[in-house]
């Protein structure tokens, strides 16, 4: 996901890249399914990206047994002034997915899909 060419960032403690990575390695056994990033573009690709998902749903709660996106800048932070949204990362191109009991390769490839959808 991080080499995908329609993202500008990938974050998720599982990965190298991320800055606690190494602490999660020590404490935790496993890591969620949750993960967030940043699409290239603004909010028009994000919405793209939204609405050409197939099996994962758009969800303003993530808590579910099955796949589900949101998009907190319009969403979960959307009571928080923009500036301060913005302060802290939740940019309008910034989407949190929740991995579900799908088939892995389902989701990749829903996920894949919907990116190159977003980018045209």
Known sequence: LEKHPALLKVIHPGLPSHPQHELVKRQNYGHSGMVSFYIKGG??????????????????SLGGYESLAELPYLMTHASVEEKDRVAVGVTDNLIRVSAGLEGADDIIADISQALEASQH
């Open 43 to 60: 909010l028009d690709q994000s919405r793209k990206f939204l609405s050409s998902l197939k099996m994962v749903t758009l969800a303003e």
